[in-house]
Nanobody, 125 residues
């Protein structure tokens, strides 16, 4: 069974950092692109970052470029999202998702077939 489980969310002050983890099972990361999405209160779910199945090519939303970094550890079957310089605008439930194939897009959540349950990130002073 293909599953994704997010962890690492929590409460952090503005300017702080968090590292989210997406533990996957039932599939190999080198055949799936993995995306991170977030949904803030009153807003649609939006793409944050993705990493291609080659583990090299990545993409970021303009709002997080220079602050967030996506990476993966094949041995641990885990994808990470390092989030630095957090602001209240980053408050949201963060989800990881898998798209079969080499690449994925941040423009449509419907390109992703498998989703985790999400982890809450709250940035507040």
């Amino acid at each position: 069974q293909l599953q994704l489980v997010e962890s690492g969310g929590g409460l952090v002050q503005p300017g702080g950092s968090l590292r989210l983890s997406c533990a996957v099972s039932g599939f190999t990361l080198d055949r799936y692109a993995i995306g991170w999405f977030r949904q803030a209160p009153g807003k649609d779910r939006e793409g944050v970052s993705c990493i291609y199945s080659d583990g090299v090519n990545t993409d970021y939303a303009e709002s997080v470029k220079g602050r967030f970094t996506i990476s993966r550890d094949l041995a641990k079957n885990t994808v990470f999202l390092q989030m630095n310089s957090l602001s209240p605008d980053d408050t949201a439930v963060y989800y990881c998702a898998a798209s079969y194939g080499w690449s994925s897009s941040l423009n449509s959540i419907y390109e992703y077939d498998y989703w985790g349950q999400g982890t809450q990130v709250t940035v507040s002073s």
